[in-house]
């Protein structure tokens, strides 16, 4: 029998090269000596992955979310404030303060994981409009605590002097913090490909379709959907841990709603349930924002009609664009 080759999808093509556009931009800048464009090729990355956190709810749960904004700016916060009593040399509520980024990660990671199964846990038993005021109202919550927190900087925020480290490698410069924030991503992203190929990526789907048919299944949609959220938020806070120290600063604003109707704008914008989905919004949202934001203070306004071009053209977000197949690997 002929053996038979593998032909790569038109999708699985289109996903692979809106992932290579990062690190693409990130070697050409470092290249040419243009250190600026590795760092926003650093917030692409990272918005990417805090957008795939979202996804992961979103897309494959259709769970539309105001809160999540919450999960990022608990993982920006556990950052700076691991970062800033690292410097006092004080301990955090007991735990050591180790100015390590893998160690803030888990940190991140178990702090906006518990945050999301208490807010799961009341938001999920709704649906709808009612769903979505639940998570806004405890992202707000959250949001105005940072505020009324003047010991970690109030409504002015948290400087961070020095960037956390990653096993011994200089941080503080541009090409190596790119990478870790690259590698975050593709983590991200793998995970979010696992959990849409297995039984929990299936049932996740069918919970979004007709949650009482999967009940009759014995399979309990609640928890279904309970998990996803957490690991959902899970994610989004590791990609706020690298915001933070993107920035070298944390502030109340990276808990406002306006960030969770940011992430939600990406998935849209790229294409909702698709792997590489909120890398193209989040990549379309930092170039508009580069290139316009210098041109006019109001380019807000053309992201706007990005998003219903994208809308109107593709229901499948920019990956559809890409791969009008719509072949399921994007």
Request: charged share 10%; glycine share 14%; no cysteine.
């Amino acid at each position: 029998m002929p053996e038979r080759s593998f032909v790569p999808s038109r999708g699985l093509v289109a996903s692979l090269a809106v992932i290579a556009l990062p690190l693409a931009l990130a070697l050409w800048a470092s290249f040419a000596g243009e250190t600026f464009y590795v760092t926003l090729a650093t917030r692409i990355a990272i918005l990417g992955l805090a957008a795939t956190g979202l996804n992961l709810a979103l897309g494959l749960g259709g769970l539309v979310s105001l809160g999540h904004a919450a999960f990022f700016g608990i993982g920006g916060y556990v950052a700076g404030i691991v970062a800033s009593h690292a410097m006092e040399g004080t301990s955090v509520l007991g735990l050591p303060a180790i100015s390590e980024m893998a160690y803030v990660w888990l940190l991140a990671a178990v702090a906006a994981g518990l945050f999301a199964l208490v807010m799961g846990a009341i938001s999920l038993r709704t649906s709808g409009v009612a769903f979505i005021m639940i998570t806004l109202a405890f992202a707000q919550m959250i949001f105005y605590l940072a505020i009324a927190w003047p010991g970690y900087g109030g409504e002015d925020g948290l400087p961070i002097t020095l960037r956390n480290g990653f096993f011994g490698l200089r941080t503080m410069r541009p090409m190596p913090f790119f990478l870790i924030s690259f590698g975050a991503l593709l983590f991200g992203l793998a995970l979010f490909a696992v959990l849409k190929a297995s039984r929990f990526g299936a049932a996740l789907q069918a919970a979004r379709q007709n949650g009482v048919r999967l009940a009759s299944l014995g399979v309990e949609p609640f928890r279904i959907r309970l998990v996803a959220f957490v690991l959902s938020g899970m994610i989004t806070a590791l990609a706020g841990a690298l915001y933070a120290d993107l920035n070298r600063f944390v502030s109340p604003s990276m808990l406002s709603w306006h960030m969770s109707g940011e992430l939600i704008v990406l998935v849209v914008l790229g294409g909702v349930g698709r792997l590489a989905g909120p890398l193209a919004g989040a990549t379309l949202y930092v170039l508009l924002e580069h290139v316009l934001g210098g041109l006019t203070e109001r380019w807000q306004f053309f992201l706007g009609l990005a998003l219903l071009a994208v809308v109107l053209l593709g229901r499948g977000g920019l990956m559809s664009l890409l791969a009008p197949k719509g072949v399921r690997h994007g």
